[in-house]
């Protein structure tokens, strides 16, 4: 668990928000696949992952459990990632 403020952002990234985080746990998200075309990840056994489901399930706020009326998550895109989508969109649209 982490408290203090910590900069969001990638070490090519102009911009850095400065956020506050109180009692928030914080891991990398993303892990590589491959490298140079070999598969560099070892798949955790079913087991593990069921676990580690049933662990993170309780991090879960009790609003985002409910079957009726749960509560709704806004995620917002990056402005890098919203123009690499609005390309990708625009290049398929002109295609045909």
């Known amino acids: 668990r982490v ?3 910590y900069a969001i952002g990638r070490d090519n990234d102009l911009a850095v928000d400065l956020v506050d985080l109180i009692g928030f746990t914080i891991r990398e998200l993303m892990v ?3 490298k140079n075309g070999e ?3 070892q798949s955790p056994r079913v087991m ?3 676990e580690y489901c ?3 399930l309780g991090t879960l706020w009790e609003e985002s459990l409910r079957l009726e ?3 709704r998550v806004h995620v917002d895109l990056s402005n890098e990632l919203w123009h690499v989508k609005n390309q990708l969109l625009d ?3 002109f295609e045909e």
């Open 91 to 93: 290049s398929y649209h």
């Open 32 to 34: 590589p696949v491959f």
């Open 48 to 50: 593990d992952i069921r």
């Open 69 to 71: 009326f749960p509560h």
């Open 3 to 5: 408290t203090g403020k």
């Open 54 to 56: 049933r662990k993170e």
């Open 39 to 41: 598969c560099v990840y």
